[in-house]
């Protein structure tokens, strides 16, 4: 069993938490934790059986931590990364993994010579129907890929209030990008490939904090295009889809997949079972510091999402295409 700190125990560390707290077939267990206001996390560490420290240094020092998740501030990722592998913790980090790639690249590297598991959120990895679609693709199913859309949205920017650190722009640069759109970037990454350049509009309408509108135009380096939305002020909505030359697929939401056939007549609409994948990220990290399957996404993937969101940054400030580093 994996002993855990959770560092940050706002609504979505308690998110994290409630996924494998209490389960013995989970392979982790939280039991010490940090938070920025520690009045508002007593009751639930209390309740969760969770030592409440004061501190992120004292997580670090604290000898029945063997590692740490990260469900902080975006800008402290890198440095907390970094600290964790000094002090031998493996780590499990939220996204964004950082915001530059070099302060990815700098944690990565932390984390390589100190022998630690480093792992990160992106828990739309692990559903089932996102590796129905990678099969397809990669079984010729589709033929070859022409083109993919994708759009991660929700109204989570209304209650972004001035003064919290997800209402800053230097938390939050490119509106929906950080809590939602940076998903779907490694969805794309992992469906389809890395990215060669992007083109982006971003703005904000209606929200007085953040850009609640973000739309991409890309291209693939295999060569297909991609046009991507993000946006932090509307109705909940999850898409991905791969356009082929033999055919289509269409991720609606988590569990339901559409594809049709260029040709003949299949066409088919699949459900798949809800998966709770929270619980699966963690338990896939546990199991990777065990010794067991290495973390299904690779570091230079998680490096190369940084990447495409700094080139996304670069873009909406020029204005012009920006190459992907």
Known sequence: MLNAAIVGMGRWGQTLVDSVQGRNDAGIRFVAGSTGTRSKAEAYAAQKGIALLDSYDQV?????????????????HAEQVIAAARAGKHVFVEKPFTLTKASAEAAVEACAQAGVVLALGHNRRFLPAVAEMKAMLEGGKLGTLL????????????????????????????????????????????????????????????????????????????????????LAASPRFWRVALFGTEGLVE???????????????????????????????LEAFAAAVAGGPAYPLPVADAIHGVAVFEAMMGAAASGSAYAVA
């Open 60 to 76: 670090l020092s604290h000898p029945g931590v063997q590692a740490v998740v990260l469900a902080t501030p975006h800008a402290q």
């Open 147 to 230: 083109h993919v859309e994708g759009q991660f949205s929700g109204p989570g920017g209304f209650a972004y209030k001035p003064g919290a650190w997800r209402a800053d722009r230097a938390e939050s640069p490119l509106g929906g990008m950080g809590g939602m759109g940076i998903h779907m970037v490694d969805m794309i990454i992992n469906l389809a490939g890395r990215f060669r350049d992007v083109r982006v509009l971003s703005h904000a309408r209606v929200l007085p904090t953040i850009d609640d509108t973000t739309a991409m135009l890309a291209t693939l380096e295999g060569g297909a295009t991609l046009t991507f939305a993000t």
């Open 251 to 281: 991720l609606r939401g988590h569990e339901q997949l559409f594809f049709r056939a260029r040709e003949g007549n299949e066409e088919w609409v699949r459900d798949f079972p809800v998966t709770d994948i929270e619980a699966a990220e």
